[in-house]
């Protein structure tokens, strides 16, 4: 498990204001109008050579309404580097032995584990929050999983929402495991849009130490992935491989290439920086039909990815280095 990085101290003055419960859901267009305008001009950026190999994991929500093994599987058969295994109401993701048994069968190391946080998953493992994510970070310790991805809390859950930035830096100081809070979107109501999460649905702009970035989520939100993995810099722990359409109603998670998401300007970025963190791809393919239709998306959603980190089919960079220094051959440097 690699080591915790200190917990960033806010650069002076107080913390800005909160975000008003609702606001016109037109709020989103700005940014997304900006991105596009910045893609068309080039991305310089995204056009240099990748400075580490990151690994390219496989969350079990991709494989829905499958179960968790069947995550260990694809995994393993389609090459992916490891899972997110998505706690939830299958006993199996909730049991330390049978995932770490899994890990070892498929050979698909546990990059991360997702707290049950979702408005549905609410029920498991009781109704206190802080004991759900707690039990979380437990488990990931005891499956040397380097990373928990949690939402943020919902305005009506109390001390637990207020206190919850602190909260989860007691909870990493503690168990010496990241908690990467995850990026939302509001509820449309009409004209209008609820701001139900609580300090937002952006944590981008709060004191966590680590962050998951979902561009399905962005999507949602209209919020421009670019600049909030920009502005995260080394507090992006964690990023959530998806496209949407820029759909205002729903979380679509489409294949990355599939939406108007900038998903190949993003993979660049952090390949080329050397990006510490893991890609974890979590897409829908729960209406596919035939035989093979989950297995196809999933394949092309690998190589989608790989191939914008600059690796080669089987995960190796592509003509470059490893991340020891030796050439992707293997031959002596």
Known sequence: MSPMRPR?????????????????????????????????????????????RIPVGLSSSSVFPLKVEDCFRFSRHIGY?????????????????????????????????????????????????????????????????????????FRWQGSYATEFVEGVGKLEAEYGVAIAVENMYPWRLGVREAMIYLPDHDPTDEDYAHVTVDLSHAATAGDDALAMIDRLGDRLAHVHMADGSGDTTKDE??????????????????????????????????????????????????????????????GTPAGGTSTDGTPADGTAA
Request: proline letters at 9%; a positive charge.
């Open 81 to 153: 580097d490891g899972v997110e295994v998505m706690i939830s109401v299958e006993a199996a993701t909730r049991d330390v032995a049978t995932l770490r048994a899994l890990s070892a069968e498929y050979r698909q190391p546990i990059l991360s584990l997702h707290a049950p946080t979702l408005f549905l998953l609410q029920h498991v493992w009781g109704w206190d929050p802080w004991a759900k994510l707690e039990k979380s970070v437990r488990m990931a310790r005891e499956l040397d999983c380097p990373t928990v991805v949690a939402h943020p809390p």
């Open 8 to 52: 960033p101290l806010r650069a002076g003055g107080p913390r800005p204001p909160r975000k008003p419960l609702t606001r016109s859901n037109r709020a989103h267009r700005a940014s997304r109008d900006n991105l596009r305008r910045r893609l068309s001009a080039g991305d310089p950026l995204s056009d240099c050579e990748p400075a580490r």
């Open 253 to 314: 998670h489409l294949p990355p290439g599939a939406g108007n998401q900038p998903c190949a300007e993003v993979l660049r970025r952090l390949a080329n920086r050397g990006w510490e963190g893991s890609v974890l791809l979590e897409v829908s393919t729960s209406g596919r039909r035939g035989p093979t239709a989950r297995e196809d998306v999933l394949r092309q959603c690998l190589r989608f990815t790989r191939t914008h980190l600059g690796q080669a089919a089987d």
